[in-house]
Every structure is written in structure tokens, then in C-alpha cells.
């Protein structure tokens, strides 16, 4: 079984630039949702794709958006880079027939924007 | 919006049971509590998982009360490798949401 991975795992850019970040879910799953972590902090939900759609949006700006591929990997994309925008993000997997959808997370990308 | 509360940090003697509270007065019926403990910026790493009756796995117990307005999650044997941030959380079942809060930052001391 292949667990949640991200890539890549740290990312340099400056403000006003873009960045597509790239997550595979766990075998089996087909849900992913996205986490942006600040330092110190616990993870905040972005967003939440099914079928290709978002299905659930956190309290982020249009800026923030996402894709998920038929084989259930998914894009992060952020436009417009600001300096606040430096976090750890993180990817989760999850089944969305399981019984108990537990979401499995992965590594995560360090983004620091300059 | 994160609904529980943690204590921000614990300290546990190694080899010692670990007890970490969390408060969730606003859960509703059909809310689960999840444990994640987070290792100094790695993602989090699902520990367990309960409704209303007391869970056990090979990493922990959970302890929820009969009110369901708090649990403890229990380690019942710290180790050094335990050091991490535990968080406690609500799963918003409408869109699957998981929402975090700061968590309870635990060091377990030689």
C-alpha cells in the first residue's frame, strides 16, 4: 500500500509569482484535501476534492485554487504570491465508501515566499 | 473554526503514562473525535478515533465521557519518540472537515 506523497518538498519563490504544488493520494482513496500550516500553528482546511470537484472551502481567498486528476492525485495552486503565504502545505487522503472517512496525510511541501 | 480545546504543553516521564485532555462542549451527535500527533513538521500522523464508547489500539486509548464534552487520550507506556504535538479534533461531518487547533505540545522526559 502506497502512503500520501508530495511534491516537491520545499519550494523557493518570490511575492506575485505562482506555484502548483502536487500531491498522490494513498492507494485506494479517492477524496483529497488540502492544509495550509503557518508556523506554530495547526493545520487550517483549504479545500476538499471528490470526483474531480471541490467539495468543502476553507476561509481562503480565490487566489487558492485546485484540481483533482481521474486517478485521484491532486494540484495546489496559488496565484499572486504573498509573504504570508509561507507555510507548510500539507495533503490528505481519504475513502470516500469507507465507513469512517480518516484522512492519511502526507509529508507535506515547505513553501517559503520572499 | 477549531471546536476543542488542549492544554498548549505537557510534560510526561518516559516510560509513564501520558494523559492528554481535550474539551469539545459544542460536539454534536454525530461528530467523531480524532487524534493526530504532528513530529516537528512532518504531516500528522492519525493515532485513533471515537464516537462515544472508549477505543483502543496499539498506539493509544481514548477516553471519552458519557456527555461527550471532553476526552483524554491515553499513551500508556511514553517514549522519547512520543515527543510531538497531539491535536484534537472535531470532524465537521458536512464536507468531511477536519479542523485543527493549536494542539497540546508533549515532551516526554528521559
Known amino acids: 500500500e502506497t502512503g500520501v506523497t508530495q511534491s516537491p518538498t520545499h519550494l523557493i519563490k518570490t511575492r506575485g509569482q505562482q506555484v502548483t504544488l502536487r500531491c498522490s493520494s494513498q492507494?485506494?482513496?479517492?477524496?483529497v484535501s488540502w492544509y495550509q500550516q503557518a508556523l506554530g500553528q495547526g493545520p487550517q482546511f483549504i479545500f476538499q476534492y471528490y470526483r474531480e470537484e471541490e467539495n468543502g472551502r476553507g476561509n481562503f481567498p480565490p487566489r487558492f485554487s485546485g484540481l483533482q486528476f481521474p486517478n485521484y492525485s491532486s494540484e495546489l495552486n496559488v496565484n499572486a504570491l504573498e509573504l504570508d503565504d509561507s507555510a507548510l502545505y500539507l495533503c490528505a487522503s481519504s475513502d470516500r465508501g469507507a465507513r469512517l472517512e480518516t484522512q492519511y496525510f502526507g509529508p507535506g511541501t515547505r513553501l517559503l515566499v520572499l | 473554526d477549531a471546536k476543542t480545546t488542549q492544554p498548549p504543553s505537557m510534560d510526561c516521564a518516559e516510560g509513564r503514562a501520558a494523559n492528554l485532555p481535550c474539551n469539545h462542549s459544542?460536539?454534536?451527535?454525530?461528530?467523531?473525535v480524532y487524534w493526530y500527533r504532528q513530529i516537528h513538521s512532518q504531516g500528522p500522523q492519525y493515532i485513533i478515533h471515537?464516537?462515544?464508547n472508549n477505543e483502543t489500539n496499539e498506539m493509544a486509548s481514548l477516553i471519552i465521557t458519557e456527555d461527550r464534552k471532553s476526552s483524554t487520550l491515553i499513551l500508556p507506556h511514553a517514549t522519547l519518540r512520543d515527543t510531538a504535538v497531539y491535536y484534537c479534533i472535531v470532524r465537521v461531518y458536512t464536507g468531511n472537515q477536519f479542523y485543527f487547533g493549536t494542539g497540546t505540545s508533549l515532551t516526554v522526559i528521559p
Open positions: 492507494s485506494g482513496h479517492n477524496t
Open positions: 471515537g464516537l462515544k
Open positions: 459544542t460536539i454534536s451527535g454525530n461528530e467523531y
